[in-house]
């Protein structure tokens, strides 16, 4: 009954202590016996202001602490669009890092970069606004070929029509083949191409001027030839044949004039004519 009434008089000094505003510290830690009789030390804390709470910690099955700097406690295995992420890592250079966490996946068939300066695989805001200038503005002038560029002229002569600018450069022109003494007739090609335009001036025979598909001169006195164009050219003038803008006409042997007395169809030769003609 002693103990008990010393308990209840420590109680009634303690409330009393409180009431008048007497500070009371609680005790954190405590001791106890464990079953070997060992002391241990409780850990706690004042909680609620008047009482005494005992501190916990977290630790596995195996007894392991977890919580702690070198073992942080994971709810689950962190991810982004379904890749699970790693390790946090600083980023970039400019304007400044950027803490990520870093993907751990699995890349096959990755592209390997190579550059003799680094800093020229960094995209800045200078070289995409010059970039996209240079496809925005004109094409600059140059000799390299761009591209096959092809015309559609959806209606003739209205949209997208071309036509040959007058020049002087020798390469816009076809230089004409020409006899050099009067003949019954001459190669103008002696291969496949196309006939642009030819003439043939006369003597004082008239006839029929030809156009004979074959490199050689066709059988002459009366032998049988067929032209593939045949036009009268009277005696002592001058005869033209021409496409007059048209396509050209596609010889597929070779390009021959002929002249001859005696019509279309037969070649009588009479070597009193002039030939010119334009081929390719």
Sequence with gaps: ?????????????????????VPVWALADYTIKDSGGTTQTILS??????????????????GTEIGTTSNPVQVGAPS????????????????????????NAYITNA????????????????????ILSAVQGAIPAGTAIIGKVGVDQSTPGVTNGVTIAPSSASAVGIAPVVTASLESNHVIKASAGNLYDASITTGA?????????????????GGAIAPLFCVQAPANSTTSWS???NPPMPFSTGI????????????????TAFFSGRAQ
């Design 1 to 21: 009954m002693k103990v008990m009434t010393m308990k209840k008089l420590l109680s009634r000094i303690l409330i009393g202590l409180i009431f008048i505003g």
């Design 45 to 62: 804390f004042v909680c609620a202001s008047t009482k005494i709470c005992p501190a916990h910690v977290l630790i596995k099955s195996d």
């Design 80 to 103: 982004w669009a379904g890749g699970t992420l790693g390790a946090m890592a600083n980023y970039g250079t400019s304007p400044g890092t950027v803490l990520v966490p870093g993907v």
């Design 111 to 130: 592209p390997t970069v190579a550059q003799a300066t680094a800093a020229n695989l960094n995209m800045t805001e200078a070289s995409a606004a010059a």
């Design 205 to 221: 025979v008239g006839g029929y001027f030809l156009g004979s598909n074959s490199t050689t001169a066709p059988t002459a006195g």
């Design 243 to 245: 496409v007059a803008g």
């Design 256 to 271: 021959t004039l002929v002249f001859s007395t005696t019509g279309c169809l037969t070649n009588t030769a009479s070597t």
